[in-house]
């Protein structure tokens, strides 16, 4: 491990991850907009992202940097469907008001 | 001593006949009523008279001794791993034998003429050549598990014949309730039976009187248990309840079994289960002390009733109570001896009181009867007979089987008993002249209005209604049976009533020497008053009770005026005796009522209620917590997003720790 | 040879579905045909006719492994007998599907008890719930009594299940019923217990007993008579073959809780059934009572009285059969089973009249007939273990059952006749012949009995003499795990001890 | 260092500003200057290639897709909240508890490894792939470990894009008219071939 | 140039894989030539591919191959799992109503070949970065199949599907960064050393990690996404979702138990997933009680019996992973048969679901399918003689082997609850007194064809219960 090639402790940067990645969070739960759901969605994922690339550099292992790449690459086409099915989903219903789209449950 | 009781194992073929052709009779019966019809009666009648000859046959063989041997023994089979049968001749079952076949014969006989309109006849004699069977079973078995089947047959028998007439609702309880009871005295049994089998380690007689105190400690508590099954069967406080109820049943199956044979099973038991009384004292107390209860409680109950057929029952009770308290005490011959004469006299009454009953269609209430010497002499006669045989007159067979019994409990010490018997003796003399004087002088009163005569009148209408409903007559027919058929057997049974006992005067007796060797000899301090002293007082209270009787019912200004005398005492009997003692009643409220009431209680309450209602509060909780699970689902995306955050959250707080603490 | 006893009713009750829905005839003479061929075989082919077909070597050893040799061989033979004299009764709107669920049981049924694999033994136990439930679907009156019977049976399936896994890793093998080897351990105790909770549900004991009144009452009479009789047993026959060669100890560590629960039940039973109006429930609450006495007896492990449980439980099937069937032909002629409505049916059908009292007597423990001699061995086997106050208690309801049987009996065949009764013939001879083997079994089983107790010995043998307790054999799993896995690992050995 | 504190600060910031936009757009807004700032911290990491891909990808393609989907369904009214807010009241404590124990699980990961982590270094070090620091996150360094030791990911990938693509068109063209969507589908699948072709070139 | 690393050996052990992916662009391609085809043509060709990739993973089945530097193990273990994989996508392919939009069969069957492809990916992959493409590549295609049909249940569905599901991959990314940070490599492999074992990142990594797994799995309470999105699928959709996805996830579960736990960690680690497990047999059959759609119940079912599967690995014997195996398989065929009958059912197949009004009284009309439907019920219950009998045997003496009484006691406890609800569906097959439903059926010969196989092998199981011996070790 070669934590010497950080600028700044490995400690800032787990945390600053983990904050991003509770931000994503909160806002999955917090928002109502499907689209900001699926943002944030994407803020979670690029807090991984910035973890695996930090572990990349300390380890000095691009199995990392490889990886944060397939997640994009996955991001992409995920963002790529969910905006198809917001649009399904707003063809039927004229909103994409999430708490609307409650007929399934029990 | 006590083993020479037992009888000589071998092949008797005759003990076959004896024991087998009334099951055939029954069988046959059963099976071919409808073709036999009133030939079923004679059918039933041959099957008897077939086992008596052949007990007849077979006296030699049951005198036989062998060694310390006395009688016959035939090995039957196995019945279970260590439980033999067999079946036991010997000079005790030998009595049994005769009385049940003889008298039996004659009461079947009676039977004949006395069903001789019913539609049923085959059934009822299937039934009571059955009851024979198993009388039969119960005295000839060897063992105590035999002797429990027979026990439990006749029972069986009882509660047929007592409920033969089951669309009558009466007959059909007083049916259940002698058939409880017995069961209570099968169970007595069957717990000594439990008893013995552990302790002693075998069921035969032999083998368990070989050795009475292998029992020990618990010698005493299967003389306790047997005696509650002998209590039970032979109507001795506190079980004694059901004997008058059984008399629901047709009159002869009264005679048959309700006085000659099956309620004297207890006697018979405790007279065979004399080792095991020889050996406990505290036994004998017991069991004396019950007999003499009986006997006395039975005689002032005879005192409060007016059913001819009650009064009998009551003056059952109360001789087998000295029987019991006879063979309770030790005097075994003395009680067997009652139990001998005590057959015919009260078959006699009984079949005589038929007689009555028979004529004047089924009305059983004394205080309607009146003058019946002239319309029925047979019966009149032979009942007389009977009476005096019963209350002890000198000559007559129950003066000299009662005078052993008392002396008996005196010769063994319980002068008490002494007492309660000479007691009990003047009671039974003045209810049983007083039912002879009231049925038999006079002028008929079967016109006048019931209530004149005390009756209440729904109470004895409508038993009278049913009684005579219950008859259900050929159609084709509507003829009396010739006469014959009833008088005949009475007739028999009135002289026996009166000569039977001359085998049994003093200690030389043919009697004594029969049972020489049938019962434990023990010798006995001189008792403090004579048998003389004793025979002169029974005789006085014989004649106290008698003179009060003739003074208040026979004399000619009594007969006059019979119908206003028998309203004032109908309405001043003590209430006590009326209801009983309360002991019915006493019964129901501790016994029956509770017994209900918890199982209404569990089966209306307790059971769906509490048992299933925690089986249901689980599945409602079921429910509930289907419903919790499912509330989450609201359907909410974001509050799906939440639980998976929080429980993201519970595990990371899971991990952090663990992760941190190692 | 023994798989015959079980495959052919259920491939032959399976075949009656092919048949049209009114069919009367075809599937009566099919079924008699099946349960007489197979009450039959093993009279005539005799030995054990074993099948045995390796089924697990792990996690512990398990087998296909049937035979009626041993205590099976007269459960088999009664159970023949039952199917035979149920279908033989049969005479319904639905007698095709109620023939074809009679043999579908009866070929579980046969599953269960000619099983020598535990394994084998479960999977039967729970088989044999299904054609009873789909009577309760089809007959029922009430919705919620098939629940009732299933979801209690299926409950006390699953811990048998249990048990059984636990036995088998324990003991590295499940096919050992007609062996003994006494398990001891801390953990033999507990899945006892399992097995104990099923065998009770089913037998059935004081507080799981729920489902089997309702049940009794609301299946057609001829299922439940085979249900009554035999299905019941199958607890008793768990604890005979199961209970004692394996857990005499451990069935001695419950000892007082079952005893105190059988001897509840028999009082139990015995108050409810005194007062019931339900004919049916009547029958059903003895039940409770009677079996309660089989339950002491096992538990008082005393060879005589385990002998006498054997005998008892046959008489027991055969007057419960035999009582539900003519109840059945009372039900079927006068619509109610009510006792507050019935009434004098003897004068007009003798024949029902003498079936019914015979087996009512039977059931009253009438000495002479099969139920007596259950009783008197079975108590004397419990008095003489020292169990003096259960043996005197179970005497009270020896009396109780006297009068509700009576009750039962006199309220329906005597008193007078009831004018509102609307059919009043007497027993048809099919009917007759379907009660008669059953009444007959009963008088000679109780006139002799020795001939069925011979054949009980074998159960009764391993209780009287001393166990010798041994320690289990591990059983060996597949290669080496990868991973040591330390506090799993740790308790594996704990358990295995 | 100052440059990760200011980073880090714009990333915080931005992602809030992300999750707390009033309108779709700005969060968009937001994203974009959030994924700005994460591509500078990645250069910072030496990850170059990973830097432009994330500008390019992120910034370029993803967020325009978003843009384009807001247009779309902006014509509506009011399309993002129409009823109550029906998150339970509960929904809040509960997600300030989860908030404030992923608090805790910060302390914890960040406190703790100072003790636990060092001592592993040594030994752990030697045994990952590592590669020279020079050469370290290039694009060379880079594309040789995508085609040669984790080639197989990268051919899977084409997998995950095809079914993207195939996906979107089977839900988007739903609606609309059988031939067109069919056509469109060819001609977008054939492009996606092409795309894939290309990059397994490179 | 660069040198290839690989050689024929690792491509071949994902030649499966490729050949159903290539199958994919081959229906593709067929559809694009040949316009008038109705469905059937997809279909047929898209189970002709999967047998062909199930026939040439057969053949690697026996041996142990450590491909592409150790991102793809493929050896028993793997190979059972693709079969199953396989098995369940041909038969939830047979489920499809292929005439109904034809025009669309060729686009579905292609994203389900692919889903099959990613989960079989999952089967066999042994490191970070194959297991979540896998995983993706799974859940992409099941996010569009999800909302595909054209009601507003299933539009519904695939939203919620692929929030929910997005924001689990979060979860798992972020637990995959720091498995990463502690070992210094994507490789399960390097995970299992003490040294790891002793880094906070490990746990907290391996924590997150199996959040996400258990979000795949739905277990309580990651489960709540599961009931909606069953409901609101297509039916062949559900079907197929209700045992790939368990199938895929339970792989890599297995994998990460047996191959990725450092010496003496495992218990500790795992204690929180078995927990979970436990709960899910309680909750997920508590969740069954009061249904009134097929579907939904059976996704609540899958609940508790995944949580029974995952049981099976309590303890990591070595023998758990065969039992799980074999349950897992029976359940496959329990399940998919039960999916059969409701597909035959369903009154209207690409509308409102499958309402259990459709149930009542089918003993009347048609009783083979009752009793069908009757068998399935009684196999998922437990009864004997089915393999869900024998399964949940195995599965308890595995518990109680394993130190893991307290799972044995909940699993029965959570067969008893759940007799309550398929109960209630057989009865109301069989109750006279229920009113019936009468609808058409499905015209699915396949869907027949699938029902009668699912029956066959039910029963086959319980009496030749055969699990795979060398399904260990699972990393090399």
């Not at chain 3, 087998?63 to 088999?76: C, E, N």
């Not at chain 3, 007998?81 to 009679?102: G, I």
């Not at chain 4, 050469?135 to 894009?161: H, M, N, R, W, Y």
């Not at chain 5, 109301?428 to 609808?439: E, F, I, S, T």
């Amino acid at each position: 491990m070669h934590e010497s090639l950080l600028p700044v402790a490995l400690v800032n940067y787990i945390s600053l991850s983990l904050v991003i990645f509770l931000i994503g969070v909160a806002g999955v739960v917090l928002r109502r907009n499907p689209l900001v759901m699926l943002m944030s969605i994407e803020l979670m994922w690029n807090a991984a992202n910035l973890l695996f690339l930090t572990f990349a550099r300390v380890w000095l292992n691009n199995a990392g940097h490889i990886f944060a790449f397939l997640v994009i690459t996955v991001a992409a086409a995920e963002a790529a469907i969910g905006l198809a099915i917001v649009v399904v989903v707003f063809r039927a219903r004229q909103n994409v008001d999430v708490d609307e789209v409650a007929i399934l449950k029990g | 001593m006590s083993n020479h009781i037992m009888g000589v194992p071998g092949s008797y073929p005759i003990l076959f006949v004896i024991w087998l052709v009334p099951l055939l009779g029954a069988v046959l019966c059963w099976a071919f009523g409808p073709q036999l019809k009133r030939f079923a009666g004679v059918l039933g009648s041959a099957a008897i008279g077939i086992s008596f000859i052949a007990a007849l046959v077979a006296w030699g063989i049951a005198t036989q001794t062998s060694g310390a041997q006395t009688g016959a023994q035939q090995p039957l089979f196995t019945w279970l791993q260590g439980f033999d049968f067999g079946l036991l001749l010997d000079p005790l079952s030998l009595i049994w034998v005769f009385i049940i076949t003889g008298v039996g014969f004659l009461i079947h006989l009676y039977s004949v003429g006395y069903m001789w309109n019913d539609n049923a006849v085959a059934r009822f004699f299937a039934y009571l050549n059955f009851f024979v069977f198993a009388m039969l079973t119960l005295v000839l078995s060897d063992n105590f598990v035999g002797l429990l089947v027979g026990w439990g047959l006749v029972g069986l028998a009882s509660y047929f014949l007592i409920g033969f007439w089951f669309f009558k609702p009466s007959a059909v309880a007083a049916a259940r309730k002698a058939f409880v009871i017995n069961v209570v005295g099968d169970v007595g049994i069957m717990f000594a039976i439990f008893i013995i089998v552990t302790k002693a380690g075998s069921i035969r007689f032999a083998d368990v009187f070989a050795n009475p105190h292998a029992l020990d400690p618990w010698l005493f508590w299967t003389c306790v248990f047997l005696f509650i099954g002998a209590a039970a069967k032979s109507a001795q406080l506190p079980l004694h309840t059901w004997l008058p109820d059984a008399m629901e049943g047709p009159t002869p199956v009264s005679a048959l079994i309700h006085a000659a044979t099956m309620v004297t099973a207890g006697v018979y038991l405790v007279a065979r289960c004399a080792p095991l009384w020889s050996a406990s004292q505290d036994a004998q107390t017991l069991v004396g002390t019950v007999g003499a209860l009986t006997a006395l409680a039975g005689a002032l109950l005879g005192l409060a009733q007016w059913d001819i057929k009650r009064i009998l029952a009551y003056s059952t009770m109360s001789q087998i109570g000295y029987m019991i308290m006879g063979v309770g005490v030790g005097a075994f011959s003395a009680g067997v001896a009652h139990f001998f004469t005590h057959a015919f006299f009260k078959a006699c009454l009984f079949l005589g009181s038929g007689i009555i009953i028979h004529e004047l269609a089924d009305e059983q209430d004394i205080r309607l009867m009146g003058g019946m010497r002239k319309r029925t002499p047979v019966a009149f006669w032979a009942m007389g007979a009977a009476v005096l045989a019963i209350i002890g007159f000198p000559g007559f067979a129950g003066y000299f089987s009662k005078d052993q019994v008392i002396f008996g409990a005196l010769e063994h010490g319980y002068v008490w008993m002494w007492a309660v018997g000479l007691l009990t003796a003047g009671i039974t003399a003045y209810y049983m002249l007083r039912l002879f004087f009231v049925t038999f002088l006079g002028s008929y009163r079967g016109e006048m209005n019931p209530a004149d005569v005390g009756i209440q009148t729904q109470v004895a209408a409508s038993a009278a209604t049913i009684a005579h409903e219950t008859h259900e007559p050929h159609a084709e027919d509507h003829a009396h049976a010739p006469a014959w058929i009833m008088a005949v057997p009475v007739a028999i049974l009135g002289f026996f009533s009166f000569a039977a006992g001359y085998i049994m005067i003093g200690p030389g007796s043919p009697w004594a020497q029969f049972f020489d060797r049938s019962f434990p000899h023990e010798t006995l301090p001189p008792a403090t008053i004579s048998e003389g002293v004793t025979t002169g007082l029974a005789v006085l209270m014989l004649v106290i009770g008698g003179a009060i009787a003739y003074q208040r019912y026979a004399t000619r200004q009594a007969l006059a005026d019979a119908p206003a005398r028998l309203k004032r005492e109908s309405e001043t009997l003590p209430a006590i005796l009326v209801r009983l003692y309360y002991w019915d009643d006493l019964i129901e409220l501790l016994v029956v009522r509770p017994s209900q009431r918890l199982g209404e209680f569990f089966g209306r309450w307790f059971d769906p209620h509490f048992v299933d209602g925690v089986v249901r509060e689980v599945v409602l909780t079921n429910r509930f917590l289907g419903t919790l699970v499912r509330s989450f689902q609201t359907g909410l995306l974001r509050a799906y997003a939440l639980i998976i955050v929080f429980g993201a959250a519970c595990f990371a707080v899971y991990y952090a720790l663990e992760g941190a603490l190692r | 040879m023994a798989l015959i006893l079980i495959l052919l009713p259920i491939v032959a009750g399976c075949a009656l579905f092919l048949l049209p829905r009114t069919d009367r005839t075809i599937s009566r003479v099919t079924g008699c045909a099946v349960a007489a061929i197979t009450f039959l075989l093993p009279l005539i082919a005799g030995g054990g006719g074993t099948f045995a077909a390796r089924w697990l070597s792990r996690p512990f050893t398990a087998s296909l492994h049937w035979s009626w040799g041993g205590p099976a061989f007269w459960i088999v033979l009664l159970l023949a007998l039952c199917t035979f004299c149920a279908v033989l009764a049969t005479n319904m709107a639905q007698t095709r599907t109620m023939v074809a669920l009679l043999l579908l049981l009866e070929g579980t049924m046969m599953g269960v008890f000619m099983a020598r694999d535990i394994l084998a033994f479960a999977l039967f136990w729970d088989l044999m719930l299904i054609p009873p439930f789909f009577a309760l679907v089809g007959w029922g009156e009430h919705r919620d009594t098939a629940w009732r019977y299933l979801i209690y049976n299926f409950s006390g399936g699953l811990l048998l299940l249990l048990s059984t896994a636990a036995f088998g890793v324990l003991y590295g093998s499940t096919d050992v019923i007609g062996t003994s080897h006494q398990l001891v351990g801390e953990w033999a105790p507990w899945i006892f217990a399992g097995f104990a909770v099923a065998f009770a549900v089913k037998t059935p004991l004081f507080p799981v007993h729920t489902w089997m009144p309702a049940t009794y009452s609301d299946t057609p009479p001829v299922m439940v008579s085979v249900v009554s009789s035999v299905q019941s047993k199958a607890g008793l026959f768990g604890f005979l073959v199961i209970g004692l060669p394996f857990f005499a100890n451990a069935m001695g560590e419950w000892k007082w809780l079952f005893i105190v629960l059988s001897l509840i039940s028999l009082l139990y039973g015995a108050f409810i059934a005194l007062m019931q109006t339900d004919a049916k429930r009547i029958v059903a609450y003895s039940s409770l009572s009677h079996l309660g006495l089989i339950v002491l007896a096992i538990f008082s492990q005393n060879p005589i009285a385990i002998q006498g449980a054997f005998i008892y439980i046959v008489a027991h099937a055969l007057f419960s059969a035999a009582l539900f069937l003519v109840l059945g032909y009372i039900e079927e002629r006068e619509d109610t089973r009510s006792l507050v409505r019935l009434g004098g049916l003897g004068k007009v059908n003798p024949k029902l009249a003498g079936a019914f009292t015979i087996a009512a007597l039977a059931a009253l423990g009438l000495p002479g007939l099969a139920g007596f001699v259950g009783e008197i061995v079975i108590l004397t086997g419990v008095f003489k273990n020292g169990f003096f106050w259960p043996a005197l208690i179970a005497l009270v309801p020896i009396v109780l059952a006297s009068a509700y049987m009576l009750r039962l009996l006199q309220d329906i065949i005597n008193g007078p006749e009831r004018a509102d009764i609307p059919e009043r013939r007497d027993l048809t001879w099919i009917e007759g012949l379907a009660v008669a083997p059953l009444l007959a079994a009963l008088v000679i089983l109780g006139v002799y009995p020795h001939a069925v107790l011979s054949a009980a010995a074998t159960v009764a043998a391993p209780t009287g003499s001393v166990q010798v307790s041994s320690t289990f054999r591990r059983h060996e799993a597949l290669g080496a795990p990868t991973l040591a896995l330390g506090g799993a690992e740790f308790r594996t050995e704990r358990l295995l001890k | 260092m100052i440059l990760f504190y200011i980073l880090a600060f714009v990333l915080i910031a931005s992602a809030i500003f992300v999750i707390t936009a009033q309108k779709a757009v700005y969060s968009v807004v937001g994203l974009l200057v959030h994924f700005a700032a994460l591509a500078i911290m990645y250069f910072s990491l030496a990850a170059e290639f990973l830097a432009v891909i994330q500008i390019i990808v992120y910034s370029g393609a993803i967020l325009m897709l978003f843009v384009f989907v807001i247009a779309l369904l902006s014509s509506g009214v009011a399309p993002f909240s129409v009823g109550p807010n029906r998150l339970p009241k509960i929904a809040g404590p509960v997600l300030f508890g989860v908030i404030v124990t992923l608090g805790f699980l910060v302390y914890g990961v960040a406190h703790i490894p100072a003790a636990a982590v060092h001592p592993i270094t040594a030994s752990a070090s030697a045994a990952g792939p590592v590669g020279a620091a020079n050469v370290f996150g290039s694009v060379a360094d880079f594309g040789k470990a995508l085609f040669t030791t984790d080639l197989l990911p990268f051919e899977i990938t084409a997998f995950i894009l095809m079914v993207a693509v195939i996906g979107v068109i089977l839900l988007a063209g739903d609606s609309a008219p059988y031939v067109q969507s069919r056509r469109r589908a060819r001609i977008v699948e054939r492009d996606m071939r092409e795309a894939i072709l290309r990059a397994g070139e490179e | 140039m660069i040198s290839n690393p690989y050689t024929w050996a690792d491509w071949n052990a994902v030649f499966p894989l490729f050949i159903v992916g290539g199958t994919a662009v081959v229906i593709l391609l067929v559809d694009l030539v040949m316009r008038k085809a109705n469905g059937w043509v997809s279909i047929l060709l898209g189970i002709a591919g999967l047998i062909g990739a199930a026939l040439v993973a057969a053949q690697s089945y026996g041996q142990t191959r450590n491909a592409f530097g150790g991102g793809f193990v493929l050896g028993g273990f793997a190979v059972v799992l693709q079969e199953v994989i396989i098995i369940s996508a041909i038969f939830s392919l047979a489920l499809f109503h292929a005439t109904r939009r034809p025009e669309r069969m060729g686009g579905v069957v292609a994203l389900m070949l692919w889903a099959t492809s990613g989960a079989m990916l999952m089967a066999g992959a042994a490191n970070l970065m194959t297991i979540f493409l896998g995983l993706e590549l799974l859940s992409l295609a099941l996010y569009c199949l999800c909302a595909l049909a054209e009601r507003p249940t299933s539009r519904e569905a695939g939203l919620k599907y692929l929030i929910l599901s997005s924001t689990a991959s979060g979860f798992l990314l972020f637990g995959m960064a720091m498995l990463f940070g502690a070992s210094g490599s994507v490789s399960l492999a390097s995970l299992a050393t003490p040294a790891v074992a002793a880094n906070p990142l490990y746990w907290m990594g391996g924590g997150l990690f199996l959040v996400g797994l258990a979000f795949k799995l739905s277990l309580v309470p990651f489960h709540v996404w599961s009931p909606d999105v069953y409901e609101g699928a297509p039916l062949p959709v559900t079907a197929y979702m209700s045992v790939v996805t368990k199938a895929g996830t339970l792989a890599v579960f297995a994998r990460f138990v047996y191959a990725a736990l450092p010496g003496g960690a495992s218990h500790a680690l795992l204690m929180p997933f078995f927990i979970i497990a436990g709960i899910s047999m309680i909750a997920g059959n508590l969740g069954m009680l009061a249904q009134t759609d097929m579907k939904r119940l059976l996704a609540y079912s899958g609940i508790a019996q995944i949580g029974y599967i995952v049981a099976a690995l309590a303890g990591g014997t070595a023998l758990g992973v065969r039992y799980a195996i074999y349950y897992l398989v029976a359940y496959m065929f329990m399940n998919l048969g039960a999916f059969a009958v409701v597909a035959i059912c369903s009154p209207t197949p690409d509308e409102e679901g499958s309402r259990i009004e459709s149930f009542h009284g089918l003993a009347a009309r048609r009783p083979a399918l009752a009793a069908a439907m009757t068998f399935f019920l009684l196999a998922l219950a437990g009864f004997p003689p089915t393999a869900g009998f024998l399964g949940k045997i195995l599965i308890l003496s595995t518990n109680v082997g394993a130190g893991f009484p307290w799972l044995a006691a909940l699993l029965i406890a959570g067969t008893a609850i759940s007799l309550y609800a398929y109960f209630k569906v057989i009865r109301l097959m069989y109750d006279r007194h229920v009113k019936a439903y009468h609808g058409a059926f499905a015209r699915l010969p396949l869907a027949y064809v699938t029902m009668a196989i699912c029956v066959a092998l039910v029963v086959i199981m319980t009496f030749y219960p055969l699990t795979p011996s060398n399904v260990l070790p699972l990393v090399k």
